[in-house]
């Protein structure tokens, strides 16, 4: 990839410019009865709120914690005032809910001592105690995919993970922890985590298609014909070689024919659902340069997914716990964790506190933009979601997991209590994990992670 060719500054803001203008409109409302929405009407109702619109759930992570005393409102219940971090919030207050006394202990260090970045990016959505390996990696299902195995089949994708770091499955990262752990938040099983896309190129491709407008269903058609015949002559090859195997190859080629077909599956699903949606807009050209056009141009790509019907589940990193990054475009130059130990030095907690800031400003903007959109039913998209800010860590300086910054923003279709802080003392934070998959419809999970029942006051 050129960096020179995806940062130029006249294209990134033209395709946000293009996508401001294309959410402008309920572009839902065109898909029924015909389209996306109609191709859903078979299965079982799950993901939809009581008007019949897709009820969406994301979660958004940032990292490093938050500065406690400037994170945590004054007051409680409905009087309550937010502090400088989440000031930009406020004119979207009767729309969130924030959350305290919610924690996820397997975090914590126990006998594995160092790793809280690992551990406070892999336990945040899975709620078990990780496995120490930099090879032999265990964790545990995250609640998005619980939720996705669930309801997934409403719509083309199960869900979408996005990141605004690079991908990484391998290696040692976090004092001897895989990196798996540290930059994915999705696991499908606890062996296998979801690995996210951070390219907004790639992610408009994979959910609209190739091309310009207007050729893009066409091709994305063909590449499924092409993939299919490839397929075929996989399996067919394979099928000969199997005769002449020993036992143990024998058992490599059925689990490698298990992931040939899962492929099947999933474009089996693909051709069911017609042909694919093809917003007016551009093509994103690729990772812009700076931190905050990625987390902008990510969030508009999660939108465009939720706006087409094209998934109701997604996760996004805006950044992988213990990232260093400095914040230029905010005026410090250092790097974020090395000012997160702060060693109560009043200027480096301010600089900390201006970048939790800077992270909500961006985090307000996508659920104003959410917001202004009109879904099916004449409601919002923001009414009909549920999307939940936070961070793995609580207190950077201490590396903390209990008591985790959160925010649970959306109406969840009008089944949540908003324009709220709740204090709810020292409870998992997966409970409120299984009241959010209930209103997403799932069915027989009675329990997720180290939850010890659902949180009752959402």
């Given at each position: 990839m050129k960096r020179s060719q995806f940062n130029r500054p006249t294209h990134r803001r033209a395709?946000?410019?293009g996508v401001g203008a294309g959410l402008a409109?309920?572009?839902?409302?065109?898909?029924?009865?015909?389209?996306l929405l109609a191709a859903t009407q078979p299965l079982r109702q799950v993901a939809t709120t009581r008007t019949g619109a897709p009820l969406r759930t994301a979660f958004v992570y940032f990292p490093n914690g938050a500065i406690p005393a400037n994170w945590w409102p004054e007051g409680g219940g409905r009087d309550f005032a937010f502090k400088e971090t989440l000031a930009p919030l406020q004119p979207l207050?009767?729309?969130?809910?924030v959350f305290s006394g919610l924690d996820q202990l397997n975090a914590n260090a126990g006998k594995d001592g160092g790793g809280d970045h690992a551990r406070g990016n892999s336990v945040f959505l899975t709620g078990v105690r990780i496995k120490k390996s930099s090879t032999d990696i265990r964790a545990g299902v995250s609640i998005d995919q619980a939720i996705a195995n669930e309801v997934g089949g409403a719509t083309r994708f199960p869900s979408l993970e996005l990141s605004c770091d690079p991908a990484r499955r391998s290696g040692a990262c976090d004092t001897g922890y895989s990196c798996a752990y540290q930059y994915n938040l999705a696991w499908k099983t606890p062996t296998n985590p979801m690995t996210p896309e951070s390219n907004p190129r790639k992610v408009f491709e994979r959910l609209f298609g190739e091309g310009e407008h207007g050729e893009r269903s066409a091709n994305a058609q063909r590449r499924m014909v092409n993939r299919r015949s490839i397929l075929d002559f996989v399996v067919s090859d394979a099928g000969r070689l199997q005769k002449s195997l020993d036992h143990r190859d024998r058992e490599k080629l059925d689990q490698y024919l298990t992931g040939i077909r899962e492929v099947e599956s999933r474009i089996?699903?693909?051709?069911?659902?017609?042909?694919?949606?093809?917003?007016?807009?551009?093509?994103?050209?690729?990772?812009?340069?700076?931190?905050?056009?990625?987390i902008d141009i990510m969030f508009d790509m999660m939108i465009l997914a939720f706006q087409t019907d094209s998934?109701?589940?997604s996760t996004l990193l805006l950044a992988h716990d213990g990232d260093n990054r400095s914040h230029d475009e905010i005026g410090i130059p250092e790097g974020h964790h090395e000012l997160t130990h702060h060693q109560n030095k009043a200027d480096r907690i301010a600089k900390v506190a201006r970048i939790d800031h800077w992270y909500v400003q961006k985090f307000a903007s996508f659920l104003s933009r959410m917001d202004a959109i009109e879904d099916i039913d004449g409601k919002s998209m923001l009414h009909n979601s549920m999307i939940l800010y936070g961070s793995g860590n609580a207190d950077g300086n201490r590396h903390t997991h209990d008591n985790l910054p959160l925010v649970l923003a959306g109406h969840g279709g009008g089944t949540l209590d908003t324009g709220r802080y709740?204090?709810?003392?020292?409870l998992p934070a997966t409970n409120l994990f299984l009241s959010m998959a209930d209103?997403?419809?799932?069915?027989?999970?009675?329990?997720?992670?180290?939850?010890?029942?659902?949180?009752?006051?959402?």
């Amino acid at each position: 990839m050129k960096r020179s060719q995806f940062n130029r500054p006249t294209h990134r803001r033209a395709f946000l410019k293009g996508v401001g203008a294309g959410l402008a409109i309920p572009a839902l409302q065109s898909m029924v009865p015909g389209g996306l929405l109609a191709a859903t009407q078979p299965l079982r109702q799950v993901a939809t709120t009581r008007t019949g619109a897709p009820l969406r759930t994301a979660f958004v992570y940032f990292p490093n914690g938050a500065i406690p005393a400037n994170w945590w409102p004054e007051g409680g219940g409905r009087d309550f005032a937010f502090k400088e971090t989440l000031a930009p919030l406020q004119p979207l207050r009767e729309s969130l809910q924030v959350f305290s006394g919610l924690d996820q202990l397997n975090a914590n260090a126990g006998k594995d001592g160092g790793g809280d970045h690992a551990r406070g990016n892999s336990v945040f959505l899975t709620g078990v105690r990780i496995k120490k390996s930099s090879t032999d990696i265990r964790a545990g299902v995250s609640i998005d995919q619980a939720i996705a195995n669930e309801v997934g089949g409403a719509t083309r994708f199960p869900s979408l993970e996005l990141s605004c770091d690079p991908a990484r499955r391998s290696g040692a990262c976090d004092t001897g922890y895989s990196c798996a752990y540290q930059y994915n938040l999705a696991w499908k099983t606890p062996t296998n985590p979801m690995t996210p896309e951070s390219n907004p190129r790639k992610v408009f491709e994979r959910l609209f298609g190739e091309g310009e407008h207007g050729e893009r269903s066409a091709n994305a058609q063909r590449r499924m014909v092409n993939r299919r015949s490839i397929l075929d002559f996989v399996v067919s090859d394979a099928g000969r070689l199997q005769k002449s195997l020993d036992h143990r190859d024998r058992e490599k080629l059925d689990q490698y024919l298990t992931g040939i077909r899962e492929v099947e599956s999933r474009i089996e699903k693909m051709e069911q659902f017609g042909a694919t949606a093809d917003p007016d807009l551009a093509t994103p050209e690729g990772i812009p340069f700076t931190h905050g056009e990625h987390i902008d141009i990510m969030f508009d790509m999660m939108i465009l997914a939720f706006q087409t019907d094209s998934t109701r589940i997604s996760t996004l990193l805006l950044a992988h716990d213990g990232d260093n990054r400095s914040h230029d475009e905010i005026g410090i130059p250092e790097g974020h964790h090395e000012l997160t130990h702060h060693q109560n030095k009043a200027d480096r907690i301010a600089k900390v506190a201006r970048i939790d800031h800077w992270y909500v400003q961006k985090f307000a903007s996508f659920l104003s933009r959410m917001d202004a959109i009109e879904d099916i039913d004449g409601k919002s998209m923001l009414h009909n979601s549920m999307i939940l800010y936070g961070s793995g860590n609580a207190d950077g300086n201490r590396h903390t997991h209990d008591n985790l910054p959160l925010v649970l923003a959306g109406h969840g279709g009008g089944t949540l209590d908003t324009g709220r802080y709740i204090q709810h003392g020292s409870l998992p934070a997966t409970n409120l994990f299984l009241s959010m998959a209930d209103r997403m419809g799932v069915q027989d999970l009675p329990r997720f992670g180290d939850s010890t029942g659902r949180l009752g006051n959402v």
